[in-house]
C-alpha cells in the first residue's frame, strides 16, 4: 500500500479483502480468510492497515429504508444566498443537524448544493423543506424531486 495525492496505490489483496468486505462486512477474519485463501492473521493484518490508513472509515449495517418506515426519497437542489464562508458554515451546520439528510453534496453548475433525503411521508419532508431549509438564512432557492422508484442502489465501489 503506497499513499499518492490523495488515492491509496492498493495491492491485489487488498482490493480482495475490500471486495469482499464491501460485500458482506458481518464476515469474521477467519471467513473472509477462508473465502479470500489468506491466513487469518494476513486478512486481520490487512483490516487493520486498511482501518488505520483510512481506507475503510466504518462498517455499517445497510437498512431497507422502506422497511424500516422511511419510504420517501427526495433530492433538493439548493441555492445559497451568497458564496461567503460564513454562509456556507451555517447551510453545512443546519445540514448536519437535520438526520433526515444522509447525503450532502457541494456541487457545479446552476445550484450549490444537492442533498439526499428519507422521510416517512412527502409531509414530513414538506415540514423540513418549509421550516427548516427555506426558514434558514443562508438559502435563497430550493427545488426538490421525489423519487419514484429506485432501480439501483449499492454502497459498494467498483474496485
Do not use: W
Request: charge should be negative; glycine fraction near 4%.
Amino acid at each position: 500500500m503506497k499513499q499518492t495525492d490523495s488515492a491509496l496505490r492498493l495491492g491485489e489483496g487488498d482490493l480482495a479483502v475490500l471486495r469482499s468486505i464491501q460485500a458482506d462486512a458481518s464476515q469474521t477474519v477467519r471467513e473472509l480468510a477462508l473465502a479470500l485463501g489468506m491466513s487469518p492473521s494476513t486478512v486481520s493484518r490487512r483490516l487493520a492497515e486498511l482501518e488505520q490508513i483510512g481506507a475503510i472509515e466504518r462498517r455499517v449495517a445497510l437498512l431497507d429504508p422502506e422497511k424500516v418506515g422511511f419510504p420517501v426519497c427526495v433530492f433538493v437542489q439548493i441555492n445559497l444566498v451568497d458564496h461567503a464562508l460564513e454562509t456556507r458554515r451555517q447551510f453545512e451546520s443546519l445540514v448536519l443537524r437535520t438526520p433526515q439528510v444522509l447525503e450532502c453534496f457541494s456541487v457545479t453548475g446552476t445550484h450549490d448544493y444537492t442533498l439526499i433525503l428519507r422521510t416517512h411521508s412527502v409531509g414530513e419532508f414538506e415540514h423540513i423543506l418549509m421550516e427548516q431549509i427555506l426558514a434558514h438564512d443562508s438559502v435563497a432557492q430550493a427545488s426538490s424531486q421525489i423519487a419514484l422508484r429506485q432501480h439501483k442502489y449499492t454502497t459498494a465501489l467498483p474496485l
